[in-house]
Structure formats: C-alpha cells, structure tokens
C-alpha cells in the first residue's frame, strides 16, 4: 500500500495491498 516498501514490479508492497 502506499508508505509501504515495494517489493514487486508489479507495485505489490509489504502488505499485499496494490500500488496503483
């Protein structure tokens, strides 16, 4: 989510929440 470290290219952060 937004705040969190992302961890994937496809903007899925820490807590699995999406980015975009």
């Not at 989510?1 to 975009?20: L, T």
């Amino acid at each position: 989510g937004e705040g969190d470290v992302e961890i994937s290219s496809a903007g899925v952060s820490e807590d699995n929440s999406a980015e975009w």
